[in-house]
C-alpha cells in the first residue's frame, strides 16, 4: 500500500506523541484510515477478504503499539474487521442462495439434471452458518431485496470455473460494500453525541441534582439537552484534580443556564447525600461491564453505591472494548507528569536527597484513569439505548468477532 503508507505513517506518530485526544476524535480518525486502507488495497483473484482484513491488521497493529492506552483505536480496527468478515458472509449467501441443490445419490443421479450445480460441502457449511445470522447493517440500510440481489449474482455464484470478469466484479463489490459499512461507522461516531442526548429527558427529573467528575463532552451534551428541554436541575462537579477540568465543565454549564456547584474531589463523600444521580464519562467500557474512567471515578462509585445513589455511565458505542480488564492486552493506566502535581523548584530541594542505594527519597505518582468494577454501575447509556452492565457482553457480542479479539499478536522477528 504505497498511496497509504505516508498516511499510515504520519498518523501512528500522532498516536505516540499523543497529539490526537480523546476517544471521539481518535475513533473517527481511525476508521478515516482504515477506510482509505481498504479503497487503496488491490484485491486479489483469490481469497479477497482474507487480504483485505490481512492489510487491516497489518496496519492496525501499527496503531494499537503507538498508544496502547488508547483502547479507541483498538475498538475501530477490530469493528472493520468485523465488518469485511460480515460484508463476505453476505456476498456468499447471496451468491448461493436460490440455487437448487440436488441430493441424489450416485445411482440415482440422471444425466439429464446437468442444469442443476451440485454445490460443495464447504459452500453449504457456510450457507448453513449464514442462515443462522442476522443481516449485516449494510444490507439492512441499503434496503436490497433479496430476490433482486440473488437474480444479480445466482449466475456468477452457478458458475463453479469462475471467470476472471465475475471475479473482478466480486472483488469490486466486496470493497464497496466494506467501504461503505466503514461510512456507516464513521456516521455512527459522528452522531454519538446526539443519539446519547435524546435520552437526557427520560433519565434527568425536574429539580434533581447531579454529581460528575472532571469534563467529558457526553455528559455535557447530555446535561445540554436536558437543560434545552426546560428541565430545571442542579450540577455539582467534582474538580477533577489534578488537571481540574471540573473547572472547564463547570463554567460550560453556567454559560448555558445550568445551576452548577464545583467542590473538591475529597469532598464527594460529604455532598453525595444531598445528590440524586451521578453521571460520568468513561475511557473506555469493557467487556465484563467495568469502566475505565478519569481518576478518582471509583471513589465516586463507591460514595454513590453507599448512599444508594444510581450511578450512571455515558458513552458512545466506539468505547465498548471486547477485551477483559485482566487482558493482556489491556493497558489501564498510563502515569502523567509529576508536574501536575508538585512544582519542581519548591521540591527541589527535597528530590536531591536520596538513600545510599540511589533510591530517590520523594516519589510522585500521577496516574490517568481509575477502573470501576461492574457491581458499581447501575446504568450505562449509549447510541443504542440504555444498558444494564450484565447486558454489555450480549452488546459488545453483536460489533466484534471473537477470533479478532487479540490484534497486536507478539512476534520472535520484532
Known sequence: MPDVQ??????????????????????????????????QHRMGSTNQAAALADAVRGVGKQLIAANPIELAVGNIVRRVLHIIKEEDISSTAVGIEGLSVTAESDDEYDSGND??????????????RNALRAPSLQTLL???????????????????????????SKS????????????????????CYDQISEQA???????????????????????????????????????????????????????????????TDSAVFAMISRVNMVIVGAHAIMANGGVIAPVGMNMVALAAQR??????????????????PHNPEVLLNELKSPSDL??????????????????????????????????????????????????????IAEYYSADDLVVRRKSTSS
Open 6 to 39: 505516508p498516511l499510515v505513517s504520519e498518523f501512528v506518530l500522532k498516536l505516540k506523541r499523543r497529539k490526537v485526544e480523546g476517544s471521539h476524535a481518535v475513533a473517527r480518525q481511525t476508521a478515516e484510515l482504515l477506510r482509505s486502507v481498504v479503497s
Open 115 to 128: 442444469d442443476h450445480p451440485t454445490l460443495s460441502a464447504a459452500v453449504l457449511a457456510a450457507h448453513a
Open 142 to 168: 441499503e434496503d436490497i431485496p433479496v430476490s433482486t440481489a440473488l437474480s444479480r449474482s445466482a449466475s456468477s455464484a452457478g458458475d463453479s470455473d469462475g471467470k476472471s470478469g465475475d471475479k473482478s
Open 172 to 191: 469490486r463489490k466486496l470493497k464497496h460494500d466494506v467501504i461503505a459499512a466503514i461510512g456507516d461507522l464513521i456516521d455512527e461516531i459522528d452522531t
Open 201 to 263: 429527558v427520560e433519565h434527568i427529573h425536574q429539580n434533581e441534582v447531579i454529581l460528575t467528575l472532571g469534563r467529558s463532552r457526553t455528559v455535557k451534551e447530555f446535561l445540554y439537552a436536558a437543560k434545552e428541554k426546560k428541565r430545571s436541575f442542579r450540577v455539582f462537579v467534582a474538580e477533577g484534580a489534578p488537571r481540574y477540568k471540573g473547572h472547564v465543565l463547570a463554567k460550560e454549564l453556567v454559560e448555558k443556564g445550568v445551576q452548577t456547584t464545583v467542590i
Open 307 to 324: 448512599h444508594a445513589v444510581p450511578f450512571v455511565v455515558v458513552a458512545g458505542s466506539h468505547k465498548l472494548c471486547p477485551l477483559y
Open 342 to 395: 508538585l512544582d519542581f523548584g519548591e521540591f527541589s530541594s527535597c528530590m536531591n536527597f536520596s538513600t545510599q542505594d540511589g533510591t530517590p527519597l520523594l516519589n510522585v505518582v500521577n496516574p490517568t484513569f481509575d477502573y470501576v468494577p461492574p457491581k458499581l454501575v447501575s446504568l450505562f447509556i449509549t447510541d443504542t439505548g440504555g444498558h444494564s452492565p450484565s447486558y454489555m457482553y450480549r452488546l
